[in-house]
């Protein structure tokens, strides 16, 4: 074969294995997506999809945000019980323990437990229980829950609703028409005036202007004459000094520290606060839940038991 020839055959045999190895199209990688050129993926091409994170919950919806009220349970409705309405003052706020203490009318103080099933009232507005303030007036609808004070219902007093006072007689001067008490939640003593139209109540009957002498424990209601004094329309005498009480019902609290107990009436289903007379013992028997029959003198400022009975069923 001729030089020319051999050459001729030998560039002809490289041409065609270099045609054999070239790729009639660019390869496509793991990364990289074949499109068309109008911008469509061509059929059977492979499109890249970044990894996604690994998902242990396929099913659960990311958007979906748990409400923590929803996971407690509903509160069991107040017990269907006779109501107590029970005055004062607040004397303190524990939102730890959820209950108020309230420095009742009269003397004395009671812890009040209370939850999100007490309705609060200010104004006649509902409001919340974090709406109290310590010294503020109250009036609370309780009941027994066990052996404790549930409030059901807080009723706030309102500046606006003046005209009734509680406290202890600490001057009376039926000929000049005054009268000068000490008020449980007034830092000083409350003067009214009195006139032939007040009225004078004992319990539920009417009673002698003379009735009424100084130490007694009473309840006021009077109204503004217009000259910056207050008119006396009715004063009901709760106790007299000296005088003898008797309660019957249930103890629902009881501090030997102090000697109080707070009985809860089976007459007339009010509350009243006692206190022991520290030359007594107190009985083994007493607790709070027993039943009791108390002899109470009334000393001008609260109760005092004389002696305490306790029913045999409660031992």
Known sequence: MSSWAKFAFGGLLLGSVAWAQAPSEPAASAATSIVSPEGSPTEGSIKHVPAAAPDNSPDVDVNIVADPAGLLPDLPPVPRAKATLIGGTVERMDHVRDQVTVRVFGGGRMNVLFDPRTHVYRGGKETTIADLKVGERIYLDTILDGNTVFARTVRVKTAQALGESQGVVLKYRSDRGELTLRDSISPTPVHVRINSSTRFLQGDRAVSPTTLSEGSLVAVKFGSQGDGHDLA????????????????????????????????????????????????????NLHAGAEVTVLTNFDGSRYVARNVAINSQSQ
């Open 233 to 284: 329309q009715e004063i009901t005498i709760l106790a007299l000094p000296g005088t003898q009480y008797t309660f019957a019902g249930q103890v629902t609290h009881i501090d030997l520290r102090t000697g109080l107990l707070v009985i809860h009436s089976s007459t007339d289903r009010k509350t009243y606060e006692v206190y022991l007379d520290p030359s007594a013992a107190p009985d083994d």
